[in-house]
């Protein structure tokens, strides 16, 4: 998790009365974190907010179309931060109007100083030793070193 990532929800809390942050596993990436650890991850960023229960966090499995019919959610809200995100996000959007017409998709621009960032470029800053503090919230931090560090991910 990034702070794009806490950016576009901390909005999206904005917007909405209700947020469902939902997280599953992407078949075309390779995550660094299980399920598991990244709903820890999100639940420790997001304790505030979940206390008050604007958030909840979650996981699933299979179609977002189908977990938001199940949830009840009437509308996504995804983060762009460019163009390129912009042409999958959007051909997701129509997939998922077609799976599901009653669900709307909410875009929203990510702030400019997180355009650049991304979770695989902060994996390769980190890997060669740089400093993530300023791109992930500060609890994150020495989990995300020590994951990058350990002997199962050395440094190339």
Known sequence: MTNGHLD?????????EHVIVA???????SSLF???ERLRMLNIVLAPVVKSGKVRVDSFSGL??????QQGAQTVA?????????????QMALMNRHLAPELETVFLM????YTYLSSSLL???VRLGG??????????????????????????
Do not use: M
């Open 8 to 16: 576009i929800i901390c909005r999206a809390c904005q917007i909405f």
């Open 23 to 29: 997280v599953t596993q992407n078949s075309t990436k």
């Open 34 to 36: 299980t399920i598991k």
């Open 64 to 69: 977002l179309a189908d977990y938001c019919r």
């Open 78 to 90: 995804r983060g762009l931060r460019a163009l390129s995100d912009f042409e999958y996000e959007f």
């Open 110 to 113: 990510a702030d400019e100083k």
């Open 123 to 125: 994996k390769d800053v």
């Open 131 to 156: 400093d993530a503090s300023r791109f992930v919230p500060r609890s994150l931090v020495g989990l995300l070193n020590k994951k990058l560090h350990s002997k199962k991910n050395p440094r190339p």
